[in-house]
């Protein structure tokens, strides 16, 4: 998986490294500010009321 | 002469060799290793690899979301609370301060001090419980008691992450002072003595100073008969915050509850399996005098 996208970025080598940390950078904020809070009402840990 | 033109000249054999592919694979192993035809298992099994690693970095990066992530927006959004709350009280004239009746969903109204975790652990208080509210701070369960009212004031709040303002709620003992203030009062709280201290607590803690004002409640008052300073419970038991804790069906009419105050956390930590619960029992009320303010109440309660 990281070799076939490693092998798809264009460019020599140094260019191909910035974009593969564009690329983490990426995929980070898209954990951090759209999947995480997505998931997280859903886990069983942070219920801190009584009903 | 014609030693060194020989030795030259079988030197320059090899190097001249060296274009063929065949003296090459000669000379040296085989760096690139042909890339093996057909190895779709191996692709696969490479490939089931890689997620499996990507997975757990995405779980570490959750761990980090909870514990710090969040924190900062939760920071955030408090101080905007706290910045609002304060310009509320400042700009209410004095005299016409008054705690809001209803505070709307989410609203901060109150502001709440435990000095056990440091003289700047502070946090406003806002209405409701929902997630919304709790990310800002600690929430007020709608429909129980306004702080110093008789009954019970129910407070929630985050042990883990989200400002984590419950973090330590474990740490507080009897007699420790929880402070709540509202537009014109100071509402000091004490921890109740816990299980094992009631029998006996008057020759023992009871005596200090700072507990002056705690009792065990079921001293005076049979229905208090499970209300203790720490609990554990299951998270159905929304009793805990009823008038009477614990007892769904009221048994005391208004003018005869204590005023007491009950906070509300997850247990065990990262876990909300259960509930830890601490109940106070109002102790001190201060009206808010101008120019005084929370340090001169903590010298008042002996907590400076």
Same mark, same amino acid.
């Given at each position: 998986?990281? %070799?076939?996208?490693?092998?798809?970025?264009? %460019?020599?080598?140094?260019?191909?490294?910035?974009?593969?940390?564009?690329?983490?950078?990426?995929?980070?904020?898209?954990?951090?500010?759209?999947?995480?809070?997505?998931?997280?009402?859903?886990?069983?840990?942070?219920?801190?009321?009584?009903? | 002469?014609?030693?060194?033109?020989?030795?030259?000249?079988?030197?320059?054999?090899?190097?001249?060799?060296?274009?063929?592919?065949?003296?090459?694979?000669?000379?040296?192993?085989?760096?690139?290793?042909?890339?093996?035809?057909?190895?779709?298992?191996? @692709?696969?099994?490479?490939?089931?690899?890689? /997620?499996?690693?990507?997975?757990?970095?995405?779980?570490?990066?959750?761990?980090?979301?909870?514990?710090?992530? @969040?924190?900062?927006?939760?920071?955030?959004?408090?101080?905007? #609370?706290? $910045?609002?709350?304060? +310009?509320?009280?400042?700009?209410?004239? =004095?005299?016409?301060?008054?705690?809001?009746?209803?505070?709307?969903?989410?609203?901060?109204?109150?502001?709440?001090?435990?000095?056990?975790?440091?003289?700047?652990?502070?946090?406003?208080?806002?209405?409701?419980?929902?997630?919304?509210?709790?990310?800002?701070?600690?929430?007020?369960?709608? &429909? @129980? #008691?306004?702080? !110093? =009212?008789? !009954? &019970?004031?129910?407070?929630?709040?985050?042990?883990?992450?989200?400002?984590?303002?419950?973090?330590?709620?474990?740490?507080? &003992?009897?007699?420790?002072? /929880?402070?709540?203030?509202?537009?014109?009062?100071?509402?000091?709280?004490? /921890?109740?003595?816990?299980?094992?201290?009631?029998?006996?607590?008057?020759?023992?803690? !009871?005596? =200090?100073? +700072?507990? #002056?004002?705690?009792?065990?409640?079921?001293?005076?008052?049979?229905?208090?008969?499970?209300?203790?300073?720490?609990?554990?419970?299951?998270?159905?038991?929304?009793? $805990?915050?009823?008038?009477?804790?614990?007892?769904?069906? &009221?048994?005391?009419?208004?003018?005869?509850?204590?005023?007491?105050?009950?906070?509300?956390?997850?247990?065990?930590?990262?876990?909300?399996?259960?509930?830890?619960?601490?109940?106070?029992?109002?102790?001190?009320?201060?009206?808010?005098?101008?120019?005084?303010?929370?340090?001169?109440?903590?010298?008042?309660?002996?907590?400076?």
């Amino acid at each position: 998986m990281y %070799g076939w996208i490693w092998r798809h970025l264009p %460019g020599p080598v140094a260019l191909r490294v910035v974009e593969a940390l564009v690329l983490v950078a990426a995929v980070v904020a898209l954990l951090m500010f759209v999947v995480f809070p997505w998931v997280e009402p859903m886990l069983p840990f942070n219920d801190v009321s009584v009903q | 002469m014609s030693t060194s033109d020989e030795e030259s000249g079988t030197a320059r054999v090899p190097a001249t060799g060296a274009e063929s592919p065949a003296a090459s694979a000669a000379d040296r192993p085989p760096v690139p290793p042909p890339r093996p035809r057909g190895g779709k298992l191996r @692709t696969a099994v490479r490939g089931f690899g890689e /997620v499996l690693i990507t997975l757990g970095l995405v779980l570490l990066l959750f761990v980090v979301y909870e514990l710090y992530v @969040t924190n900062w927006k939760s920071g955030r959004l408090q101080r905007e #609370a706290s $910045a609002q709350l304060e +310009q509320e009280w400042r700009s209410a004239p =004095q005299g016409e301060r008054k705690l809001h009746v209803d505070p709307a969903d989410g609203q901060a109204f109150a502001r709440m001090y435990i000095p056990t975790f440091g003289v700047d652990w502070s946090f406003t208080v806002q209405e409701g419980v929902g997630p919304d509210a709790l990310e800002v701070g600690p929430g007020h369960y709608k &429909n @129980t #008691a306004m702080p !110093g =009212q008789p !009954g &019970n004031v129910g407070i929630a709040g985050h042990r883990v992450g989200k400002g984590a303002p419950f973090n330590d709620l474990d740490l507080l &003992n009897s007699c420790d002072p /929880v402070v709540v203030e509202t537009g014109d009062s100071f509402y000091v709280y004490r /921890v109740l003595p816990m299980r094992d201290e009631v029998d006996g607590w008057a020759d023992s803690k !009871g005596g =200090q100073q +700072q507990c #002056a004002n705690v009792a065990p409640l079921q001293d005076k008052q049979g229905a208090y008969d499970e209300t203790f300073g720490r609990r554990i419970v299951l998270p159905d038991r929304g009793d $805990a915050v009823a008038p009477v804790p614990y007892k769904a069906r &009221n048994p005391l009419p208004k003018a005869s509850q204590a005023s007491l105050l009950t906070l509300t956390t997850c247990h065990p930590q990262f876990s909300d399996a259960e509930r830890m619960i601490i109940h106070g029992v109002l102790t001190n009320q201060y009206k808010k005098a101008e120019g005084t303010g929370y340090d001169d109440l903590l010298a008042a309660i002996g907590e400076a």
